[in-house]
């Protein structure tokens, strides 16, 4: 919808997240998230399978909070990616806290588990609404289940 760089498949690895989200003013990331009440820092999202250059894809809060993103907007659509963990002397943190902390200036994520068709039906809403000119800020998704549904 926006044009810009795709990382599919085996490009969709950590390494790639790494290197160049921060050029970008919009990162999506369709992904498996892996959230850690308990001990927050081990919260993750969860790359493409692959065995080059050694990364394990997975990418920890830890990295996101060191990475430079200068994105206006940040879209997560993993299970679970908004939910906070509790961590002392931090206060909540959660994977939305780290790419704000990284220099996202919005950021859309998920707070419970929601299956790949309804997220895309629901992201796609959201960026139509976005090219039709409303603001990240003042951006409503309609009720495209029902039209989806019929």
């Known amino acids: 919808m926006f044009g810009g760089d795709a990382y599919l498949l085996e490009r969709s690895t950590e ?3 790494k ?4 050029n970008h003013k919009i990162i999506y990331i ?3 998230a892996q959230s850690d009440n308990l001990h ?3 919260s993750r999202l969860v790359f493409a399978k692959s065995n080059a250059g050694g ?3 997975y990418l920890y809060l830890s990295e996101i909070y060191n990475c430079n993103l200068n994105a206006d907007l940040a879209v997560v659509t993993a299970c679970e990616s908004g939910k906070a963990g ?3 002397g931090e206060g909540m943190i959660s994977l939305a806290h780290a790419f704000n902390y990284a220099g996202s200036e919005s950021i859309l994520t998920g707070l419970w588990k929601i299956d790949e068709q309804t997220s895309a039906v629901l992201i796609e809403a ?3 609404n976005l090219v039709d000119g409303l603001s990240i800020k003042h951006c409503k998704i309609q009720n495209q289940l029902d039209r989806t549904e019929s």
């Open 15 to 17: 390494n790639s997240f």
């Open 19 to 22: 290197q160049f989200a921060g």
């Open 30 to 32: 369709g992904t498996h």
């Open 40 to 42: 927050p820092e081990f």
């Open 55 to 57: 990364e394990d894809n």
């Open 86 to 88: 509790y961590e002392d």
């Open 126 to 128: 959201f960026y139509k």
